[in-house]
């Protein structure tokens, strides 16, 4: 079957940094996206990794290892704005995105 | 970047009637767009996938002639919840995928609540 691994819930301070981990196995392979989504809203685009490696956008970086079935989404200075839940999604061969469910993320003061 | 729009934002309907949510790409074209419904704290759920033209595709346990989809234009996909109960009150979000065939954009969802 296909699976999605990421972890529920973690807890950060502002200013520091964070990574949440996802782990996968999937029927093929298309990219790995990532979401961030706010209480009550729909998901927003943050990234998406076809390619093994690291791709760095401002405060967000997301990096892929498609041997080892492994990506993580890392997050810089955090602020109070980044408390939402990150959503890993990988695109399988049938072009679907099987979604993980989520890890929440609190920052604290 | 793309957008993608749903309307309405929220209803709240009886139970028994019927109520259709649209979804719509406002400045591309999505040959595909999807359906999903999300109950608080927990992940996206896939409904169905539709495409331009066809029939809609639906996950297992998905019932079809409850959740009627309709996906007649480029830029239009509907989904209407046929003799909503309770247990149908979620958060349904859209999303469309553009013609080269990667990433999905995401419509601001419709908040269901039937009484």
């Known amino acids: 079957g296909q699976n999605i691994d990421q972890p529920t819930e973690m807890t950060a301070t502002e200013g520091a940094i964070v990574q949440i981990n996802c782990t996968y196995q999937t029927s093929g392979f298309n990219g790995l996206f990532w979401y961030q989504q706010h209480a009550g809203e729909a998901p927003t685009f943050l990234s998406y990794?076809?390619l093994d490696g690291l791709e760095e956008k401002g405060r967000f970086s997301s990096f892929l290892s498609r041997s080892k079935g492994y990506s993580y989404l890392l997050l810089k200075e955090l602020q109070m704005k980044d408390s939402a839940s990150y959503l890993c999604a990988v695109m399988d061969s049938n072009y679907q995105l099987i979604w993980g469910a989520g890890t929440k993320l609190i920052i604290k003061p | 970047g793309a957008v993608v729009s749903q309307h309405p934002s929220w209803v709240i309907c009886k139970s028994g009637t019927s109520v259709k949510i649209e979804c719509r790409s406002l400045?591309?074209?999505?040959?595909?767009m999807f359906w999903y419904r999300q109950f608080p704290k927990q992940s996206l759920m896939l409904m169905a996938t539709s495409n331009e033209g066809s029939k809609a595709t639906y996950e297992q346990g998905v019932e079809k002639d409850k959740f009627l989809i309709n996906h007649a234009s480029l830029t239009l996909s509907t989904l209407t919840v046929t003799s909503a109960h309770p247990e149908d009150s979620s958060f349904y979000i859209c999303s469309a995928r553009d013609l080269t065939g990667t990433e999905q954009f995401f419509g601001p969802g419709t908040r269901l609540t039937v009484l």
């Open positions: 990794n076809v």
């Open positions: 400045d591309f074209q999505a040959t595909t």
